[in-house]
């Protein structure tokens, strides 16, 4: 076979392996390699989903049973963080990269440990050793982004990879920024016992949602006794006597045994020679078309091609982008991209809020159909939007027990342009969270009909 039907992926993680599968599925013969500087299997299997949503697990669960009657009187205890790590050491194996190598040796691919750069158009190099390629993937991931405030790089600070490998709970943290990462890992290392302070310079948690997210996680986590600070800036940065200080532009000084810095990601893109290929780099990444294709005979998915930083946005374009390699035509539609934030209680959201034109409508869950068996109980929010003339759901937001789980209906009504008189002709069943799409439905077609 001829090295110009060679593929060469940079990068194992989510995005490269599902790449690779589905290759692999189009064509049984095409020539894969794998190059991975790090674990095989990427930040989602060792630094990202799988362990946060692992670590996350026993202080959801413990925090359900305090609020069922019968398994609250049988609570006796806290949190074991002993047996907490413990598991979350199972489940990503001790970060031994073994089965994913196994897998895609299987898949017939060849893994290269080490770091690959392009050489020149058609050739890159993975240390001493030079690899020719017919077409090149890169599917590098992203890294923690660290805001430019004085003192930062004086001091020893957490990113998302040592917050989720701690052996210790802190007595106090701090934790810079207030999106996903910074709330999950909030409220998990407070329901182990640290004091812990949010400090978030937008006006809300989760700033790049719709408003009422933010508003109500924030009001969820001082209701557990998580200190929220929103619309601060942090100036300064400094260690004393054994705490970090964090000085903000208020003059407000907080302080912590462990600062967790995060705010945000940036993609892997740098130092790549990637410029030698026609490749355009932005801020948020490598410049891609609908296709995937970054310049000829070069394609990016995941992290590295901007869109969205999430895990199954890169798992989608791995498919579209195996898909135009082997000669089909497939185009990527991000309509109806799901994301969720594994906070307690979940936060999900599909499609768009915004635009003109559209209409929305918002069912406020006080004690309703989310938590029929709690006492007290808690309120959630589903927050729908609708294109008037086609009358069709193009938006989403919730918050409430396992709404990762259900948008998926959401998701699917937004990506098949599904109708609203379809929706609520929809039988859901009882008595379940979904049943709140019914009720936040007919507030929608009241909108709709004014």
């Known amino acids: 076979m001829s090295t110009n039907d060679r593929v060469v992926v940079l990068g194992a993680g989510s995005s490269g392996e599902h790449f690779v599968g589905a290759l692999r599925r189009l064509d049984p013969d095409m020539e894969i390699l794998v190059v991975e500087k790090e674990l095989a299997g990427g930040e989602c299997s060792y630094y990202a989903c799988v362990p946060t949503k692992t670590l996350l697990r026993s202080g959801e669960v413990l925090a359900a049973a305090r609020v069922a009657p019968g398994a609250a009187e049988a609570i006796t205890g806290s949190l074991d963080a002993e047996r907490v790590f413990w598991w979350r050491d199972q489940v990503t194996d001790g970060r031994d990269d073994s089965w994913h190598a196994d897998w895609i040796a299987e898949q017939g691919a060849e ?52 917050a989720v490998w701690a052996n210790a709970v802190p007595r106090s943290l701090v934790v810079l920024g207030g999106g996903p990462v910074g709330a999950e890992l909030a409220q998990f290392f407070h329901r182990l016992g640290s004091r812990v302070t949010i400090l978030e310079s937008h006006d809300r948690l989760l700033a790049r949602l719709d408003p009422v997210v933010g508003t109500l996680l924030g009001e969820r986590f001082e209701e557990e006794g998580i200190d929220v600070r929103v619309d601060v800036q942090a100036e300064r940065v400094n260690a004393a006597d054994g705490e970090i200080r964090v000085e903000l532009a208020s003059g407000d000084v907080v302080e912590a045994e462990k600062l967790l810095v995060a705010t945000g990601r940036r993609a892997n893109v740098e130092d790549l020679g990637l410029e030698q290929l026609g490749v355009t780099i932005t801020k948020k990444g490598i410049a891609v078309d609908e296709r995937m294709r970054a310049a000829d005979d070069v394609w990016a998915i995941g992290d590295p ?46 499609g768009t809020m915004e635009g003109d034109g559209l209409v929305t409508s918002e069912f406020r869950i006080e004690g309703g159909r989310l938590s029929t068996y709690e006492r007290p109980k808690r309120s959630g929010v589903l927050k729908l939007a609708a294109d008037p003339d086609e009358r069709v759901v193009v938006g989403a ?33 009882y008595p379940t969270f979904s049943e709140a799409i019914f009720s936040g439905l007919q507030k929608l077609e009241d909108q709709l009909a004014l």
């Open 397 to 429: 937001v919730a918050v409430g027990p396992e709404a990762g789980e259900w948008i998926g209906q959401l998701t699917l009504a937004v990506r098949a342009r599904i109708s609203v008189d379809v929706l609520l002709d929809t039988i859901q069943p």
């Open 305 to 350: 091609s901007g869109v969205a930083l999430l895990t199954h946005v890169g798992k989608y374009q791995a498919r579209v982008a195996a898909a135009n390699i082997v000669g089909l035509d497939c185009v990527a539609d991000y309509r109806a991209i799901p994301a969720a934030v594994f906070t307690d209680p979940q936060v999900a959201s599909v």
């Open 111 to 162: 893994l290269v440990r080490g770091e690959g750069r392009v050489l020149r158009k058609g050739v890159i190099a993975v240390g001493a050793r030079e690899i020719e390629y017919g077409s090149l993937v890169v599917a590098t991931g992203s890294s923690p982004s660290v805001p430019p405030v004085d003192g930062l790089d004086e001091v020893e600070f957490w990113t998302n990879r040592d």
